[in-house]
């Protein structure tokens, strides 16, 4: 049964006007969680945050109640079980009463004037559109993921099996930009990824929110998609950083990667408009999933695909 946790809604106040609300979706994060929503309290434009437990340990699970209990500016959903991301963050969505939306992964932490920035980089964009920050690893470069090209199932499967990075003649199809030198300006992206990006909430609630078909990974390529389709934009800001520290969760990694792979898979299915698209998703999924679950191995050995 879902539980909230925070100020008394009969003494809180209506929904907000203006302000930001993150959104963050935990599930047996570790030791990151609590830096993560610290990084985001202390934006002077975050009205408040959402915290989305979908499980957590018992010593964190009462962390949390505590906060929430004792911050008025904190909200903590849980009792609704392991829903996935995609789920947890509409649930948290749903309960936001900023009118900006903030979606930031637990295991991350925004640097000083992320939020403002994002909030600059929506202003006169159409609607919906949406803004990523630039994400970093712990030592400061930027880390992969972050901006990307369009999405297809073949550049996809080139990228996960390294094989456009390691041949000079596929190189058009990797997808990942982290290589190429960071812009200047706000510049627009096919994709971003879902560690922090901001949307304003009704640009979120017109597109639909998340699509709930997909459990971990992937829904954020699948909202971007989702976005230019319906004639907005997205972008990527430059000057929100924030950084990802990856990896921190509990969660079994190759239970991860492979529903990032089915997510993959599933995501090229849907955007297929012609038979010939839908026969090469199709075909493709088996070794899109493959090449997913094979990641975990390269970590294990110190030895990350490029």
């Known amino acids: 049964m879902l539980t909230r946790s925070g100020p ?22 570790g030791e990151s969680l609590f830096p993560s929503i610290e990084s985001a309290l202390s934006q002077p434009e975050v009205a408040e945050v959402v915290i989305v437990d979908n499980g957590s340990t018992p010593g964190d699970a009462e962390r ?13 959903l849980s009792g609704q079980g392991n829903v996935g991301f995609a789920r947890g963050a509409n649930l948290g969505a749903h309960a936001a009463r900023g009118d900006l939306l903030v979606f930031l992964n637990p295991d991350a932490f925004l640097g000083p004037g992320g939020v403002a920035a994002l909030a600059r980089a929506l202003e006169g964009r159409p609607s ?19 901006r990307r090209g369009e999405i297809t199932p073949l550049s996809t499967f080139l990228s996960l099996s390294t094989l456009a990075s390691r041949i000079p003649g596929l190189k058009r199809f990797e997808v990942h930009l982290e290589d190429e030198p960071a812009p200047l300006t706000v510049i627009e992206a096919p994709t971003i990824s879902g560690a922090c990006f901001a949307i304003r909430r009704d640009d979120f609630a017109a597109i639909g929110g998340f699509d709930e078909g997909y459990f971990l990974h992937v829904e954020d390529i699948d909202l971007c998609w989702r976005i230019r389709q319906a004639g907005g934009q997205v972008v990527f800001q430059p000057e929100a950083e924030v950084v990802h520290v990856g990896h921190t969760s509990r969660a079994n990694p190759l239970r991860v990667e492979y529903a990032k792979g089915r997510g993959l898979a599933r995501f090229f299915c849907k955007r297929a408009s012609t038979p010939l698209e839908t026969l090469a998703a199709l075909g493709l999924a088996p070794f899109i999933v493959a090449a997913a679950v094979v990641r975990p191995v390269f970590w294990r050995l110190g030895q990350p695909p490029a």
């Not at 803004?131 to 930027?142: F, K, M, T, Y």
């Open 8 to 29: 008394d809604p009969k003494l809180a106040a209506p929904a907000l006007n203006a302000g930001a609300s993150v959104v963050l979706v935990a599930y047996m994060t």
């Open 64 to 76: 949390l109640s505590d906060l929430a209990a004792t911050n008025p500016s904190v909200q903590l």
């Open 128 to 146: 919906p559109s949406l803004v990523g920050a630039r994400i970093l690893n712990p030592d400061g470069s930027e880390q992969r993921g972050g």
